[in-house]
């Protein structure tokens, strides 16, 4: 058996404006004043006419006349929300416009549903009417462009929640205005994401390469070219003490020349753990670190870093070797590359190749490269054409009875001649 409640705070009415017969059901003109006559109870109303409804297959499907792509008669769709003290009753609402009972039903839900169901703005498969269509007594614009900017929110969220959108790529994905108005929520949703992660994802599948050599080698360049490779968005560390200072869970990790100073060896080998996902340490607030790709650079080969950085440290060179799996030595001309081998437990014999790592950025710097004058008038176009020429010696020449020797002249003396002259 169905509830009817005898009192209703809300209402809705959907009614054809004409029957079969082309008799006038609501009467769209006198309307405004049937509503104006119930101002004493009456708190909100809005209706809009629509005209360009269409059968859908569902609707066939429950009435064969209705043909499914073939347009709905013009029907009104009408709420009502009246005073706090004033429900009234589905009869009572019936008689004011003279239609059947059945035509009125009760709101479910928030009121705001209703109103953004009037131009379809919550049903994305039906026509989408404009708000100005719309007869109110309030400002029902401003509701449905706020109900939308909302619902695009939500949507927004729900992406962070299930890792659609990454930290790293935010301002890529989401609405640069989005991220200034609703910056709380956002970042309480990328927080949600990490802590679940940490929950969930305890194992993972990382791989990691230690690069050393000389400075100007290409140690970065070739740790950002392998990264490319592999399609992943990478985040290269600070050269502070806090390596993970501004990282927002890009799926590669560079860490860029890193130094003794930056964290102790229990924390270097939990990060660099290939199987196990770690929370590490940062400034503000720890940071998940499941990457699939964690590149170290370093001016130093792995032994020295490792006696360096942790001689005081009872954990064994192998627990630093292990953990990375590829150790590359470069300078200017060759790459030497080796794997590590946990049954002999040491690295395999190098492979060496050709290093062309910077010959793109050489040939790049080569041909971009300009004279020292080229490059003042790029700074400073306006002084083009006004570049003065003076001579800083005199031509040695011999004569019969002395010498004239080559001089540098200084400024004022040249000003001295120049003025002479003139």
């Given at each position: 058996?169905?509830?009817?409640?005898?009192?209703?705070?809300?209402?809705?009415?959907?009614?054809?404006?004409?029957?079969?017969?082309?008799?006038?059901?609501?009467n769209?003109?006198?309307?405004?004043?049937?509503?104006?006559?119930?101002?004493?109870?009456?708190?909100?109303?809005?209706?809009?006419?629509?005209?360009?409804?269409?059968?859908?297959?569902?609707?066939?499907?429950?009435?064969?006349?209705?043909?499914?792509?073939?347009?709905?008669?013009?029907?009104?769709?009408?709420?009502?929300?009246?005073?706090?003290?004033?429900?009234?009753?589905?009869?009572?609402?019936?008689?004011?416009?003279?239609?059947?009972?059945?035509?009125?039903?009760?709101?479910?839900?928030?009121?705001?549903?209703?109103?953004?169901?009037?131009?379809?703005?919550?049903?994305?498969?039906?026509?989408?009417?404009?708000?100005?269509?719309?007869?109110?007594?309030?400002?029902?614009?401003?509701?449905?462009?706020?109900?939308?900017?909302?619902?695009?929110?939500?949507?927004?969220?729900?992406?962070?929640?299930?890792?659609?959108?990454?930290?790293?790529?935010?301002?890529?994905?989401?609405?640069?205005?989005?991220?200034?108005?609703?910056?709380?929520?956002?970042?309480e949703?990328?927080?949600?994401?990490?802590?679940?992660?940490?929950?969930?994802?305890?194992?993972?599948?990382?791989?990691?390469?230690?690069?050393?050599?000389?400075?100007?080698?290409?140690?970065?360049?070739?740790?950002?070219?392998?990264?490319?490779?592999?399609?992943?968005?990478?985040?290269?560390s600070?050269?502070?003490?806090?390596?993970?200072?501004?990282?927002?869970?890009?799926?590669?990790?560079?860490?860029?020349?890193?130094?003794?100073s930056?964290?102790?060896?229990?924390?270097?080998?939990?990060?660099?753990d290939?199987?196990?996902?770690?929370?590490?340490?940062?400034?503000?607030?720890?940071?998940?670190?499941?990457?699939?790709?964690?590149?170290?650079?370093?001016?130093?080969?792995?032994?020295?870093?490792?006696?360096?950085?942790?001689?005081?440290?009872?954990?064994?060179?192998?627990?630093?070797?292990?953990?990375?799996?590829?150790?590359?030595?470069?300078?200017?001309?060759?790459?030497?590359?080796?794997?590590?081998?946990d049954?002999?437990?040491?690295?395999?014999?190098?492979?060496?190749?050709?290093?062309?790592?910077?010959?793109e950025?050489?040939?790049?710097?080569?041909?971009?490269?300009?004279?020292?004058?080229?490059?003042?008038?790029?700074l400073?176009?306006?002084?083009?054409?006004n570049?003065?020429?003076r001579?800083?010696?005199?031509?040695?020449?011999?004569?019969?009875?002395?010498?004239?020797?080559?001089?540098?002249?200084?400024?004022?003396?040249?000003?001295?001649?120049?003025?002479?002259?003139?």
């Open positions: 058996m169905i509830y009817i409640p005898k009192t209703i705070r809300a209402c809705e009415i959907v009614s054809r404006l004409k029957n079969d017969k082309d008799e006038t059901i609501i769209i003109e006198e309307l405004p004043k049937n509503l104006a006559d119930k101002a004493n109870c009456i708190k909100e109303y809005a209706y809009i006419i629509h005209n360009k409804d269409i059968y859908t297959t569902e609707d066939e499907a429950k009435n064969p006349e209705h043909k499914a792509g073939t347009l709905k008669p013009e029907h009104i769709h009408l709420i009502i929300r009246f005073k706090r003290n004033q429900p009234q009753q589905f009869t009572s609402i019936a008689k004011w416009f003279d239609i059947p009972q059945n035509f009125v039903s009760n709101i479910h839900g928030k009121f705001t549903d209703a109103i953004l169901y009037l131009t379809h703005a919550n049903a994305p498969d039906k026509y989408q009417y404009n708000a100005d269509e719309i007869v109110s007594n309030f400002n029902v614009e401003t509701i449905i462009e706020h109900e939308k900017n909302k619902s695009v929110l939500d949507e927004v969220l729900q992406k962070i929640l299930s890792g659609e959108i990454r930290e790293y790529n935010k301002t890529l994905e989401i609405d640069n205005l989005m991220l200034v108005y609703e910056a709380r929520k956002i970042n949703a990328f927080k949600i994401r990490s802590e679940y992660l940490q929950a969930t994802q305890k194992e993972r599948q990382t791989t990691v390469i230690y690069i050393c050599g000389q400075s100007g080698s290409g140690k970065t360049t070739l740790a950002k070219k392998i990264a490319n490779e592999k399609g992943l968005d990478y985040f290269i600070s050269g502070s003490n806090d390596i993970m200072d501004g990282y927002c869970q890009q799926p590669c990790l560079i860490l860029d020349d890193v130094r003794p930056c964290l102790g060896l229990s924390d270097l080998l939990k990060l660099l290939p199987y196990t996902a770690s929370s590490i340490k940062s400034r503000y607030k720890n940071k998940y670190l499941n990457a699939e790709l964690i590149i170290l650079t370093s001016v130093l080969p792995i032994e020295e870093f490792y006696h360096n950085v942790f001689e005081n440290e009872n954990e064994p060179i192998q627990q630093l070797k292990r953990r990375c799996q590829f150790y590359i030595k470069m300078n200017k001309s060759v790459i030497s590359i080796q794997k590590w081998d049954l002999e437990m040491k690295y395999s014999k190098p492979i060496e190749y050709f290093n062309d790592t910077l010959v950025f050489e040939a790049q710097k080569i041909a971009n490269t300009k004279t020292t004058q080229e490059n003042i008038e790029e400073l176009p306006f002084l083009c054409g570049i003065i020429t001579p800083e010696t005199f031509n040695s020449e011999k004569t019969e009875n002395y010498d004239i020797k080559s001089e540098i002249i200084s400024d004022k003396e040249f000003n001295k001649l120049f003025n002479e002259e003139v």
